[in-house]
């Protein structure tokens, strides 16, 4: 037998078989969910593209990362232009430099809503994924926010632009795009079993090379559906979230995509396949960057939208879409007992998930996470108190033809000017409430900036678009809000400066981590809304308490449990109180954060339990 003078030299240059570890790490936690969707000879090639896009970007570490958030976290949200300049400055410079005058020690995050070119619905019909709208600015601009906070960005994952390349092919007839959207024959029965959030047609007509076709579009005629039973789809947008991540992005936000797999002879959301796609994207940007978090937008009754944490595996976070209307519902009654029936029943987020708190956002109050939390009068009651105040109500349609209210269209600042009982003096006292129970909550708050801003109904921006949800989509001149801001008796100056120390206390308080111990109380005054939150190191309590009408009221000391021990102090007022005193007397929207330790993030020598499996 002849030996290689140099045995190292011929075992070094002999084509090794082993396979890559990393890609073999990489196919054992993609391929079981892509066999869920497509068959096996699909599955082998797409696990080898998607490979190949993602292996430069693959972390060596698969460790989930359960820190991703902290009692420390605050979200804004805002559109590009929220806030516009008369000189050459973008409006995402703009916003970038308001954020860094106002709200630097308030705000830890940014979710900018779509700020691609589009064609309608304010962003949320985009015909570009790859471009900033050339009217908000440059990606040096986002990039300039994503540097100094948190930044959220919207991966419209549904539906594109009816003037998206995507279209203009299927039109055309050409590759890609004439595989992208799902045709059907509008004679088919079963589409009537269709969930619809939307009273337009469920089909768009398209004229092509090949005559008229009709196409899914779930929301409206130029937004057109995407067929993610097609694999090049699912790399399409896969391409689209690493150029996200290269932007700085470190919360991917998942818009309709309970509406994202379609199969006819069902209703068409929520379908096993869609969750397996938000599964799908959890793994892949786990393996790209641990610390980025995926958020899922699902406006629909309260079970439903739980269904998006999985086993653990899906969303790190959804939507708390039961909480807008809820609240808002409390402090029109001036009671407690809906917001409370609800608070109890809703289970502590999973491990490693938490919920997104929100009062307001760019959208209007959804009505269908009340399902079965509302009984008719009361509900019936809030929309006509809401159209009082100025508000409007969009409808959706049934498979029946039938009719029924969506949401509620108006500004949160004009949605608290009274109570069923009609307007009062407590608009901002009434205001401030509803927004210190949503940042006191389990979970991460969100503040709408026009909630921050005290903004109010844009009737004249309705009238001017046609759309209801423009009335909640105001954009502030700034050199007019600067003004505004400088006035110390305006509201906007009144709410802006109260909401902002606000937070800056919260973002201290260790009971105030988004997975904290939560729990309802029960005082016997129906008034009074309260709940109990403990540090996860068990080393702060903050008793969490709010007067949700317009008469003071007594709360009993007593029916806290406040131990004697402990120096007991309201974080918010900086009144000591004690059980000899007993009662406290709440002042009209008064809240309380009674708690035994001030400022307990100052002190590092118990840390937070590390989260593990």
């Known amino acids: 037998m002849l030996l290689s003078s140099n045995p190292q030299k011929s075992v070094q240059s002999q ?8 890609s073999i790490m990489f196919s054992s936690r993609i391929k079981p969910l892509l066999s869920k969707l497509y068959p096996p000879d699909v599955v082998e090639m797409l696990t080898e593209k998607l490979y190949a896009l993602l292996e430069p970007f693959l972390q060596q570490s698969s460790i989930e990362n359960w820190r991703k958030w902290s009692h420390d976290n605050v979200m804004l949200i805002t559109y590009g232009d929220s ?44 015909k570009d994924y790859t471009a900033v709208n050339p009217e908000l600015g440059t990606w040096d601009d986002v990039k300039q926010i994503s540097q100094h906070f948190n930044l959220m960005v919207d991966l419209v994952i549904n539906h594109v632009s009816g003037e998206h390349p995507w279209i203009k092919q299927f039109q055309a007839g050409e590759k890609p795009g004439c595989d992208y959207l799902i045709e059907v024959d509008p004679e088919t029965e079963s589409i009537a079993d269709v969930v619809r959030p939307r009273s337009s047609p469920l089909l768009t007509k398209l004229e092509t090379v090949n005559g008229a076709k009709h196409v899914w579009s779930t929301f409206s005629a130029d937004q057109i559906d995407v067929n993610f039973s097609n694999p090049d789809v699912l790399l399409e947008y896969v391409k689209i979230i690493l150029l996200y991540v290269q932007a700085g992005t470190r919360y991917i936000r998942l818009d309709a995509v309970g509406y994202l797999w379609k199969k006819l002879g069902t209703c068409c959301i929520h379908l096993s396949e869609t969750h397996t ?20 937008e699902t406006n629909v009754p309260n079970r439903e939208n739980l269904s998006y944490f999985g086993n653990r595996n899906e969303a790190h976070m959804i939507y708390n879409f039961s909480l807008p209307p809820l609240v808002l519902n409390a402090l029109m009654q001036g009671r407690s007992d809906y917001l409370k029936q609800w608070m109890m029943s809703m289970p502590p987020a999973p491990i490693g998930c938490a919920y997104f708190n929100f009062t307001a956002s760019h959208d209007g109050i959804g009505l269908r996470p009340t399902e079965g939390l509302l009984t008719a009068d009361e509900y019936d009651s809030l ?38 009982e009609g307007k009062d003096e407590w608009q901002i006292e009434r205001f401030l409430c509803s927004q210190t129970i949503m940042m006191s909550l389990e979970g991460i708050p969100a503040f709408y ?47 802006l400066k109260e909401l902002c120390r606000l937070i800056e206390i919260r973002r201290r308080q260790r009971a105030f981590h988004p997975n904290a111990t939560q729990y309802t109380l029960h005082p016997l005054n129906p008034c009074i809304f309260a709940f109990w939150r403990q540090s996860m190191a068990r080393d702060q309590s903050i008793f969490s308490i709010h007067n949700l009408s317009k008469n003071p009221q007594e709360l009993h000391l007593s029916d806290l449990n406040l131990l004697d021990t402990d120096p007991w102090v309201d974080l918010i007022s900086g009144d000591r109180l004690t059980t000899l005193d007993d009662i406290y007397e709440m002042q009209p929207y008064q809240s309380l954060w009674i708690t035994n330790k001030v400022d307990s993030a100052e002190d590092e020598s118990v840390p937070d339990p590390l989260l593990t499996d």
Do not use: C
Not at 388 to 402: A, K, L, N, V, Y
């Open 383 to 420: 929309l006509a108190t809401m159209k009082q105040f100025g508000g409007e109500i969009s409808m959706r349609s049934h498979p029946d033809g039938t009719e029924s209210p969506y949401e509620i269209n108006i500004s949160l600042f004009d949605a608290m000017q009274g109570t069923v």
């Open 15 to 22: 084509p090794s078989n082993l396979p890559d570890p990393k």
């Open 449 to 495: 900036i026009h909630s921050l801003l005290a903004t109010r109904n844009n009737h004249a921006g309705v009238a001017e678009t046609g759309h209801n949800r423009t009335i909640n989509r105001y954009k502030w001149n700034i050199d007019t809000l600067e003004a505004a801001l400088a006035d110390p008796e305006t509201p906007h100056a009144i709410v």
């Open 277 to 296: 796609v938000v599964r799908l994207l959890r793994e892949l940007l786990q393996m790209i960057d641990p610390g980025i978090a995926i958020i899922t």
């Open 83 to 126: 806030l516009v300049s008369q000189d050459e400055r973008s409006p995402l410079l703009v916003l970038a430099e308001f954020l860094e005058k106002h709200l630097q020690d308030s705000i830890t995050g940014v979710h900018i809503l779509p700020f691609f070119p589009f064609t309608s619905d304010d962003g949320f019909a985009i």
